[in-house]
């Protein structure tokens, strides 16, 4: 069973990637866990760049194709 502090814990908060206790003037435990968050935003911003490019080249492409169907 875990076990349970036996008084309240000095003020802290958590690395955002690994979960470490840190102080509460931090955000990250390391600069390696700091890189790691960064690329993985940096990733996430371009998938939705990506996405957002193909949704409006998808719509593009159904308006052309409406109005080439009409012309005919």
């Known amino acids: ?3 349970k502090a036996s008084g309240p814990s000095p003020p802290h908060k958590h690395c955002r990637v690994c979960g470490i206790s840190i102080s509460p003037s931090k955000d990250y435990c390391s ?5 790691l968050e960064e690329g993985t935003a940096k990733r996430m911003r371009n998938y939705r760049r990506l996405t957002i490019a193909l949704m409006v ?16």
């Open 1 to 3: 069973m875990s076990q």
């Open 31 to 35: 600069t390696e866990c700091k890189d």
């Open 57 to 72: 080249g998808a719509m593009a492409a159904l308006v052309v194709l409406s109005v080439y169907l009409r012309v005919r």
